[in-house]
């Protein structure tokens, strides 16, 4: 009966050593957490990213190999044509974010979809 007890406490002292997966970390670059922004912030109802999204705007699945960091943010907080001006709504982080994924963006290929 000792070496059962003894082998139960063993095994419930072992156990977390051996049974600990290595669970991959969130990803929390500023281009993931602007990728975050964009869709909270509501971007796809008007926009389309690699065929999700709204028509109202222009497609931005290329949007980084069109323009550079400082017009896509000039673009997202000021606004301009029929885009509204979000400078007062977003924080300068999760702008700085947004303008990182935006400029990812760099697909030629409007169909490709997104793993």
């Not at 000792?2 to 050593?17: D, G, N, Q, T």
């Not at 990803?27 to 993931?32: E, H, K, L, M, Y």
């Amino acid at each position: 009966m000792k070496s059962l007890h003894l082998a139960l406490v063993l095994l419930f002292c072992a156990a977390p050593v051996f049974c600990q997966q290595s669970s991959p970390s969130p990803d929390n670059s500023p281009r993931a957490r602007g990728e975050q922004a964009f869709t909270e912030n509501g971007c796809p109802q008007c926009h389309i990213v690699h065929q999700h999204g709204g028509t109202k705007g222009p497609d931005l699945s290329a949007v980084g190999s069109r323009l550079s960091d400082e017009q896509i943010r000039s673009q997202i907080l000021k606004g301009g044509k029929q885009m509204p001006a979000f400078g007062g709504i977003l924080q300068a982080a999760e702008a700085d974010d947004l303008v990182a994924y935006l400029h990812s963006l760099r697909d030629t290929d409007k169909t490709q979809k997104k793993p």
